[in-house]
């Protein structure tokens, strides 16, 4: 089955620093993939999405992510950490063959020091 | 409002009671699905629905039951609850078309004591 490894379950930065959260998927075809970020006591949002178009995909709030196929990595960057940037994130995969349905990652904390 | 709203946002409950969770959607979405997210597991898909009255498994869907009589409408019931169905759900709906984003319900924090 397909899944999503997001390395680190808590990553911290300053104010002002890169910001890297890493996502490995596993599939032999290159699947769909999704960036969705989770604020404290709210749902789910959506970042960004890889469907095939372009391998650096843009999103909202300044992140993007670069799929590479060789590395089977879809990994998140930010150039400079906002504190509004301190929530949660999940890495997802829509299936090859499956539904509409997604798969996610165990998700990366991520807190923005002053 | 538009949008997908859940029901109760909290519940505490006992063992063994049935307790149902609510979710209505106001897009005509073809798909809806039930998540819980537990420390440690991220989101682990319980149920989804293609369409009414067609629902399937997910990873973990032992001790709960859903119906879809509705398109808007997935209410999700723990017939039995126990100790270990204590987690926060989550329901989202889509449309069709692989790529297409879910959307997320705000959360039901469910108990059980």
């Known amino acids: 089955a397909q899944s999503v490894t997001q390395l680190g379950s808590h990553v911290s930065v300053s104010e002002g620093a890169l910001v890297l959260l890493r996502c490995n998927y596993s599939?032999?075809?290159?699947?769909?993939l999704f960036w969705y970020v989770q604020y404290p006591n709210q749902g789910l949002q959506l970042l960004l999405k890889y469907t095939s178009a372009a391998t650096l995909v843009k999103g909202i709030n300044g992140f993007e992510a670069e799929f590479k196929k060789s590395e089977t990595s879809f990994h998140l960057t930010k150039p400079s950490a906002h504190m509004s940037d301190a929530a949660e994130y999940f890495c997802?995969?829509?299936?090859?063959?499956?539904?509409?349905?997604?798969?996610f990652g165990k998700g990366t904390k991520l807190t923005v020091n002053p | 409002d538009a949008g997908i709203t859940q029901s109760p946002r909290y519940k505490i409950t006992e063992t063994g009671r049935q307790v149902t969770l609510m979710c209505h959607q106001t897009w005509s979405h073809s798909y809806m699905f039930w998540y819980r997210q537990d420390l440690g597991h991220g989101l682990r898909l319980i149920y989804y629905s293609a369409a009414a009255d067609i629902t399937d498994k997910g990873e973990v869907p032992d001790g709960y039951v859903v119906s879809r009589s509705k398109t808007e409408n997935f209410p999700l019931t723990l017939e039995s609850a126990t100790r270990s169905q204590t987690s926060v759900y989550f329901c989202?709906?889509?449309?069709?078309?692989?790529?297409?984003?879910?959307?997320f319900g705000q959360g039901t924090r469910l108990t059980v004591v």
């Open positions: 989202a709906s889509s449309d069709r078309g692989r790529g297409t984003e879910a959307f």
């Open positions: 599939s032999s075809v290159p699947p769909y």
């Open positions: 997802a995969v829509n299936p090859q063959g499956g539904s509409e349905k997604l798969v």
